[in-house]
């Protein structure tokens, strides 16, 4: 009889280890994050410090002209222009040139290299009446994800006794956002 006892033991101990350990489940989750700042583009580019906003180009003139204009011309030829995340509103401080004050008929001033000025100023209109100061602000409208223009006219003034040549400045622009 025993070894009848064990031949039905052995089967159903085994059964009931193998039952016994049958696989456990467990539920939970995943938490996804990304976070995302402020940031904007300047004709096209992603705003980053020491970058171009543009190209004031006053064209060609004999050194007896009276008056040039121009206007800030971004890299695709438009007007400036500011694309900012929606919700921010932009601001463009239109700070010192490199020759401010050394030519009497304009703040600013374009130098040969040499010994020469010709002075200019910034205007926000193309007729030259809303006068952009040195540290001038452009306030943009509260961005909504759409790039915006930005216009910004120049006026030359041409003055007796310049010399043939070049005349160049460079003018600061910071973008707060």
């Not at 996804?32 to 004031?56: D, H, K, R, Y």
Request: proline share 3%.
């Amino acid at each position: 009889m025993h070894a009848l006892v064990s031949k039905a033991v052995f089967p159903l101990m085994a059964l009931a280890w193998v039952s016994g350990s049958q696989a456990a489940t467990v539920a939970g989750t995943v938490t996804a994050t990304l976070v995302l700042t402020s940031s904007c583009q300047v004709n096209g580019a992603t705003a980053t410090g020491g970058m171009s906003f543009g190209a004031l180009n006053f064209g060609t003139a004999n050194s007896l002209f009276t008056e040039a204009d121009g206007q800030v011309l971004g890299g695709g030829g438009g007007a400036l222009s500011i694309l900012c995340s929606s919700g921010t509103s932009p601001t463009l401080t239109v700070s010192a040139g490199a020759n401010d004050g050394k030519s009497t008929g304009g703040a600013r001033a374009l130098y040969d290299g040499v010994a020469n000025y010709v002075p200019y100023d910034l205007y926000t209109d193309s007729g030259h009446s809303n006068l952009l100061a040195i540290g001038g602000v452009i306030n943009l409208a509260p961005s909504t994800g759409v790039a915006q223009a930005v216009n910004i006219y120049g006026k030359a003034s041409g003055k007796a006794g310049l010399p043939a040549g070049t005349y160049t400045d460079t003018v600061n622009v910071t973008l707060t956002f």
